[in-house]
């Protein structure tokens, strides 16, 4: 459900210019098509700049889902830099890291992401995905570095070390393949944290800004109106709320999936070979 | 006479936590020659396996080889090279089977790209010849169909497969010395045969030496020429194999081989060591296996026993070398006496 949910969902963002049945950002005639109710002609309704609210949302899933993808993308890749050099080293260097990692930490996120952005505004848009990115990497290096170093005890690692492989090649082809399922639902989870971070900094009109439309900018747009004019925080409100959810439940699917300890060759379930010895080993009754 | 494959010189490997140090490895000396078949022998927690990690120096800390220790292989003290030509040597020279055929495979790549894997590292081959190289190696260690094979992923094998390719995956560099670390532990005793065969038919094959660690003197028997049995973190006894069945010298080499059932004997039970290795952060002084044997007297809590000399090749780290007689009054061991003071003095 929530998957074929996410998959059009990136159909309708990509394709917006086809689908979008007006250009966002266009204008048309203020008296008449300003505030509009949803109709045929704009099933959304229009905004106070008479655009159509519909073309907005589909151009501003756009906008939201790249800047949250891309954000997700580089801070899962930061955490697994950072958390599976920590794992491996481990030692001083990685005592240095987490602590290093735990005062990061201890700053609110929203707070510095709002400052920084009050103080350089307006900011492009990458480096929005950029400022996202780079602070949501910590809970995934965590969990990279705390699997990191249980890998590091592994037999396989061990015989790796015993085999001659470098720890770059250690690091590549051993912990790296095997931390990959945590770390990709932990992205998936952190997708719909940062759609939800990137409306509320938007909202607050610090985020993308004038005249892109993300669904944060649209239901700032709206807010002046809200009495008059409902669907226009309505529509955008809701894309947000479905979306979180659905990146949420697929991130709990994709846990159940890849839980480690449901995958086959690490299940306790006796092997067929095991079976056999099971049964010669029981006397044979009757 | 050649100089020896393998020489190990006073090996102390210890471990320093955060209470005492714990010399898990204090001070091993032996040696293996080229194509020959040792077996290290000992229960749990007498320091086999970390010898076996400290000769491809992979003691991590907080443990540390200690300085004096003194590592020669292929005439050259491994102790001395720097990381990168130690790299060299493992894998390629010095190979290791582990126990756990089960963890000891990558679960997410396929056993023939984990063989190649080795090839590629050491001999930089091509991935294609890499891969060939793979599918000979899988052929050579009795599995069928190998080019199917070296497609799947260790968990779609069984145990006994498994073994035979981290075997494969040892031999692969044809290495001089492969150290085993109770490659037939998780097996069942079916595939543990088997397993065995194969290691020392590839051995002749190969010409490869092994030090085969294990704590059971049955595999022992079949495979190894000469035989060293560790206890608390030293050598206590060496000897040939059939010297070590025949006339077992030391009391703790005695309790191992009285544990083990043999073909043709009726016992209603086996004999056991009563009690367990002390922790190696406390050994005891004088001899450390005093406490669990039915001969210790005053001297040997006073005085640590050296290697003595038995016969040919065969040493003991036992007093009773010295005095003999000593041998005809057993007794229960201390620990026993300790358990039964414990229990209320019931008499076993």
Same mark, same amino acid.
């Given at each position: 459900?929530?998957?074929?949910?996410?998959?059009?969902?990136?159909?309708?963002?990509?394709?917006?210019?086809?689908?979008?049945?007006?250009?966002?950002?266009?204008?048309?005639?203020?008296?008449?098509?300003?505030?509009?109710?949803?109709?045929?002609?704009?099933?959304?309704?229009?905004?106070?700049?008479?655009?159509?609210?519909?073309?907005?949302?589909?151009?501003?899933?756009?906008?939201?889902?790249?800047?949250?993808?891309?954000?997700?993308?580089?801070?899962?890749?930061?955490?697994?830099?950072?958390?599976?050099?920590?794992?491996?080293?481990?030692?001083?260097?990685?005592?240095?890291?987490?602590?290093?990692?735990?005062?990061?930490?201890?700053?609110?996120?929203?707070?510095? /992401?709002?400052?920084?952005?009050?103080?350089?505004?307006?900011?492009? /848009?990458?480096?929005?995905?950029?400022?996202?990115?780079?602070?949501?990497?910590?809970?995934?290096?965590?969990?990279?570095?705390?699997?990191?170093?249980?890998?590091r005890q592994r037999d396989f690692v061990v015989a790796a070390h015993a085999l001659g492989a470098r720890p770059?090649e250690i690091?590549?082809?051993h912990?790296?393949?095997?931390?990959?399922?945590?770390?990709?639902?932990?992205?998936? /989870?952190?997708?719909?944290?940062?759609?939800?971070?990137?409306?509320?900094?938007?909202?607050?009109?610090?985020?993308?800004?004038?005249?892109?439309?993300?669904?944060?900018?649209?239901?700032?747009?709206?807010?002046?109106?809200?009495?008059?004019?409902?669907?226009?925080?309505?529509?955008?409100?809701?894309?947000?709320?479905?979306?979180?959810?659905?990146?949420?439940?697929?991130?709990?699917?994709?846990?159940?999936?890849?839980?480690?300890?449901?995958?086959?060759?690490?299940?306790?379930?006796?092997?067929?070979?095991?079976?056999?010895?099971?049964?010669?080993?029981?006397?044979?009754?009757? | 006479?050649?100089?020896?494959?393998?020489?190990?010189?006073?090996?102390?490997?210890?471990?320093?936590? *955060?209470?005492?140090?714990?010399?898990?490895?204090?001070?091993?000396?032996?040696?293996?020659?080229?194509?020959?078949?040792?077996?290290?022998?000992?229960?749990?927690?007498?320091?086999?396996s970390v010898t076996a990690l400290s000769l491809l120096r992979l003691i991590r800390?907080?443990?540390?080889?200690?300085?004096?220790?003194?590592?020669?292989?292929?005439?050259?003290?491994l102790?001395?090279?720097?990381e990168?030509?130690m790299r060299k040597v493992r894998g390629a020279r010095i190979a290791m089977v582990f126990q756990e055929?089960?963890t000891a495979l990558n679960?997410?790549?396929?056993?023939?790209?984990q063989i190649?894997e080795v090839?590629?590292i050491h $001999?930089?081959?091509?991935?294609?010849?890499?891969?060939?190289?793979?599918?000979?190696?899988?052929?050579?260690?009795?599995?069928?169909?190998?080019?199917?094979?070296?497609?799947?992923?260790?968990?779609?094998?069984?145990?006994?497969?498994?073994?035979?390719?981290v075997i494969?995956m040892a031999l692969v560099m044809?290495p001089?010395l492969v150290i085993a670390d109770?490659p037939?532990?998780?097996?069942?005793?079916?595939?543990?045969?088997?397993?065995?065969?194969?290691?020392? *038919?590839?051995?002749?094959?190969?010409?490869?030496?092994?030090l085969?660690i294990?704590?059971?003197?049955?595999?022992?028997?079949?495979?190894? +020429?000469?035989?060293?049995?560790?206890?608390?973190?030293? =050598?206590?006894?060496?000897?040939?194999?059939?010297?070590?069945? $025949? +006339?077992?010298?030391?009391?703790?080499?005695?309790?191992?081989?009285?544990?083990?059932?043999?073909?043709?004997?009726?016992?209603?039970?086996?004999?056991?060591?009563?009690?367990?290795?002390?922790?190696?952060?406390?050994?005891?002084?004088?001899?450390?296996?005093?406490?669990?044997?039915?001969?210790?007297?005053?001297?040997?809590?006073?005085?640590?026993?050296?290697?003595?000399? =038995?016969?040919?090749?065969?040493?003991?780290?036992?007093?009773?070398? *010295?005095?003999?007689?000593?041998?005809?009054?057993?007794?229960?061991?201390?620990?026993?006496?300790?358990?039964?003071?414990?229990?209320?003095?019931?008499?076993?």
């Open positions: 459900m929530s998957v074929l949910f996410i998959i059009v969902l990136y159909l309708l963002a990509s394709f917006a210019n086809v689908l979008a049945p007006y250009d966002p950002n266009a204008q048309r005639d203020v008296v008449v098509g300003k505030e509009n109710p949803p109709s045929i002609q704009h099933p959304f309704g229009t905004d106070s700049f008479a655009r159509d609210v519909l073309s907005r949302m589909l151009h501003g899933a756009r906008v939201s889902l790249a800047v949250a993808t891309l954000a997700v993308l580089l801070s899962a890749t930061i955490g697994l830099g950072y958390g599976l050099v920590a794992g491996y080293v481990g030692g001083r260097v990685d005592a240095l890291m987490m602590r290093l990692l735990d005062a990061m930490l201890s700053i609110p996120r929203l707070l510095l /992401l709002m400052s920084v952005l009050a103080l350089w505004n307006p900011a492009p /848009l990458g480096a929005l995905i950029v400022l996202l990115g780079v602070t949501g990497w910590f809970s995934v290096s965590r969990l990279v570095r705390a699997e990191a170093r249980s890998l770059r690091i590549v082809r912990l790296l393949p095997n931390v990959l399922a945590p770390v990709i639902v932990a992205a998936t /989870l952190g997708i719909a944290n940062v759609i939800v971070l990137e409306a509320g900094l938007s909202y607050l009109g610090i985020g993308t800004r004038e005249p892109t439309a993300s669904w944060g900018s649209i239901l700032r747009d709206g807010s002046d109106a809200y009495g008059t004019a409902w669907w226009l925080m309505f529509f955008p409100g809701l894309a947000i709320l479905v979306t979180a959810i659905a990146f949420n439940t697929f991130g709990d699917a994709l846990r159940d999936a890849l839980d480690p300890r449901q995958l086959p060759g690490a299940s306790a379930v006796p092997s067929s070979e095991d079976a056999d010895i099971q049964r010669t080993l029981t006397p044979q009754r009757g | 006479m050649a100089e020896p494959l393998v020489r190990l010189r006073d090996l102390r490997t210890y471990f320093y936590g *955060d209470g005492p140090v714990a010399r898990a490895v204090d001070g091993v000396s032996f040696h293996i020659d080229a194509g020959e078949t040792v077996g290290l022998v000992g229960e749990s927690g007498c320091g086999k800390p907080p443990g540390r080889i200690e300085p004096g220790s003194e590592l020669w292989f292929e005439g050259k003290n102790l001395e090279l720097g990168r030509e055929p089960m679960p997410v790549f396929t056993v023939g790209e190649a090839v590629r $001999a930089g081959a091509s991935k294609k010849d890499a891969w060939k190289r793979a599918e000979e190696m899988i052929q050579l260690v009795g599995i069928p169909s190998p080019e199917q094979r070296a497609h799947e992923y260790p968990h779609q094998l069984s145990g006994g497969m498994r073994q035979r390719i494969a044809n001089a109770e037939t532990t998780a097996l069942d005793v079916t595939i543990q045969a088997q397993i065995l065969e194969l290691l020392v *038919d590839l051995q002749r094959r190969l010409g490869t030496s092994i085969l294990t704590h059971d003197l049955g595999v022992v028997a079949e495979t190894c +020429s000469r035989v060293i049995v560790m206890y608390g973190g030293e =050598i206590v006894e060496e000897a040939q194999v059939r010297d070590l069945f $025949a +006339s077992a010298h030391h009391p703790y080499t005695e309790g191992l081989l009285g544990a083990m059932p043999r073909v043709g004997e009726r016992r209603e039970r086996l004999t056991t060591i009563p009690g367990t290795v002390p922790p190696p952060t406390a050994w005891p002084s004088g001899c450390r296996f005093r406490d669990r044997c039915r001969y210790a007297w005053e001297r040997c809590a006073t005085e640590h026993p050296p290697l003595y000399q =038995i016969g040919a090749g065969h040493v003991s780290r036992c007093h009773l070398a *010295d005095e003999p007689e000593r041998r005809n009054h057993p007794h229960e061991p201390l620990v026993a006496q300790r358990t039964a003071e414990t229990t209320g003095g019931v008499a076993r």
